[in-house]
Structures are given as structure tokens and as C-alpha cells.
């Protein structure tokens, strides 16, 4: 991202955009303002990812939550540079104490498919009281695809929030394991069309199987315009 200095001139239309160097992000990342040291973030995209993925790696472990968030965030395409090392850096980021930080601990694992992280997500799952946490697991081992979560998503259905649960449909579906299909198949019938939305898209995932195929051409007839249409593409 550019660093911008806008600034009006007689006519109030004038503006001028400034790239900051290197060394100009390395002085606002050694900066006491967190304000600073997240512009210096948002700035490492613009030079040379390597460089950038040295130079964010310390802010996964700022003193500053936003910070922290900006940073963990951002290592979802810096991590390409060195996986081993972001893999170090996101699962230390799944015990941080904010939960907005360990929700895009998961994200930034799924975006870079670090499926030896597994073990970690399901840990977490299992011991947060938090739903974001949850849900951003959930959608995150259903990204990564790995078939080892099979167990933790079929529990994830019956979680008593229904985001969470909701998250578990579409991440059964990504997951393509047969043995979704009929866990999937009773939430066509819910009264809520979000889930019903859900449940055509994750059923879409096996699109060619003889159980599916009659519940998406029933969902492809759903009263909500958005069903129907998500149905009749999948099959």
C-alpha cells in the first residue's frame, strides 16, 4: 500500500503520492506511536516480499493488540516467502490473548494451507469460549481440506451458536468427504433460508452423488430466489 500526503494547492485539487523506502518502514516499525508501526504494515506490500515477511515477522509478537492483528493478518501472503517460519509465528499467534488475534492466526493457516497446524486448531477449538475463535477454525479446516477434521466439523454442526454451525455446513462441504452427506442432508429443510443457502453450496461439493442430487433439485425450487439459483448452478 502507498503512503499518501495530500495536500491542496490554490485550487484545492492537487495531491501528490509518496512510496516509502525500506528504511523509512523499518523507522515507523521502531516506532514508540502503534499507529506508526501499523502504516508500516500496510506499507510492506509494497517492496519486496521477502524484505517484508523479515521485517513483519517481530510485529506477530508486538505489545499492541491492533498491532499483533495487522501483522498476523498480513503473514496470510507474506508466509509464502518462508512456511516453516510462518508456521512458528501463527501457531504462537493461536495463544495469544486477544481472540480477534487468534481468529486471524486461522485464517492466515488456512491461506497458506499449513495443515501440520491441525492438531493445534483442534485443540483450540476445544478449549475457547470464544465463537469467533470457533467459527474462524471451522471455516479454516474446512479451507485447508484435510479430511482429519472430519470429526471436529460433525461436532461443530451441533455447536449452540449458529454461526458456528453455520460455518461447519460450508466447511463439510469444502472438506468433499462423502461421509458429509448425510449430516448435511436434514438442513435443507430448515425454515432459515441462510442455512438452506449454505447447505446448496456445500452440497454442490458432491453435485454427481445419488443422495445429493434430489435435495439440490428440491432446493433449486426454494422459495428464496438466492437458494434456487445456488442449487440449479450446482447441479
Known sequence: ???????????????KTMTSSPEQIRQLIASDK??????????????????AFELISPLCDDRNARVRYAAVSQISTLGEQDKPAAFKLLTAALGDPESDVQ??????????????ALDDLQTLYHTTSEWLVQMSIVACLGEMGDRRAFTLLQSALNSDNSLVSVSAIGALGELKDDRAIPLLLPYADSEDWQVRHRVAQALGHFATDPEAIPVLQKLAQDSSALVAETARICL
Open 1 to 15: 500500500m502507498c503512503f499518501v500526503t495530500s495536500y491542496a494547492d490554490n485550487s484545492q485539487d492537487s495531491h
Open 34 to 51: 502503534f499507529g506508526d508501526r501499523i502504516t508500516a504494515i500496510n506499507q510492506l506490500r509494497d517492496i519486496d516480499p521477502k524484505l
Open 103 to 116: 481468529a486471524a492466526a486461522a485464517d492466515s493457516l488456512a491461506a497458506l494451507k499449513l495443515t501440520d
